[in-house]
């Protein structure tokens, strides 16, 4: 007697209707990942402007964590992650300020404008190539000091003509 094939015991509510395979960019990273990592749920004020900063620099994630050393083995612990971070940061009496933090909004709309972004049927964003975010991130790092540095924060007050 020939043997029934057995049935999948999903239904139709467990069936995802997201594309099998999207066409996910080389050296792709997950969008989930990259906000869990700028945005720990452990942290009030997460820094992270300098985590993308460190994540441009020093990535990419590997199961949500910064890994560095040879061949990326050593997994970057808490206390060398806010180290990195106020090395990262300007000191408490620069004259320029603090480091502007991104809001997940605005995180999610860098990640959106780059032509690598892969998008769910739904329309979220799911994945970016690792490579173009981290010249986004150099690059919004760098117009983010020249305008903290720039010359017409520095106006001198001014003082009445007599």
Not at 70 to 78: A, E, N, W
Not at 98 to 108: A, E, G, R, T
Request: net charge positive; aromatic share 4%.
């Amino acid at each position: 007697m020939p043997r029934r094939k057995r049935r999948s015991r999903r239904s139709a509510a467990n069936i995802s209707t997201e594309p099998e395979e999207l066409k996910m960019p080389e050296a792709a990273v997950s969008v989930s990942e990259i906000i869990r990592f700028l945005f720990p749920s452990n942290e009030w004020f997460p820094h992270s402007t300098a985590r993308l900063s460190l994540l441009a620099e020093y990535g990419p994630l590997k199961g949500g964590v910064l890994c560095g050393g040879p061949q990326g083995k050593h997994k970057v612990s808490q206390m060398e992650l806010r180290m990195m971070i106020s090395q990262n940061e300007p000191p408490a009496d620069d004259p320029d300020g603090p480091l502007p933090n991104y809001s997940k909004k605005q995180v999610i709309a860098l990640l959106s404008s780059l032509p690598s972004a892969v998008f769910s049927r739904a329309g979220r964003l799911v994945a970016v190539s690792f490579h173009e975010l981290q010249a986004a991130a150099i690059a919004d790092r760098e117009r983010i000091d020249l305008a903290r540095r720039s010359p017409l924060r520095q106006l001198p007050t001014a003082e009445p003509v007599l």
